[in-house]
């Protein structure tokens, strides 16, 4: 199984918010964002910033999925 971010990027699409703006309101750092748009594993406090940034909940920016998906 893989990690998939897709849910993420579509989420910043509707709140018009870009990636660099996500980065600076929930205080991440830039190599977390890579690791992000590259579906790497990032730390959970990262995923939990980004979720209070955003005021969601983690399957609401992840999924996993099979590794032919990801």
């Not at 579509?10 to 018009?16: F, G, Y």
């Not at 939990?48 to 909940?57: G, H, P, S, V």
């Not at 996993?64 to 998906?69: A, F, R, T, Y």
Request: glycine share 2%.
């Amino acid at each position: 199984m893989a990690v998939s971010y897709n849910k993420l990027w579509k989420k910043l699409i509707d709140l018009e918010m870009s990636k660099t703006e996500l980065r600076l309101k929930a205080g991440f750092s830039t190599k977390a964002l890579a690791k992000l748009g590259k579906n790497e594993n990032v730390n959970t406090e990262v995923l939990a910033k980004i979720c209070k940034a955003l005021d969601c909940n983690i399957e609401d920016i992840m999924e996993m999925v099979p590794d032919e998906e990801a």
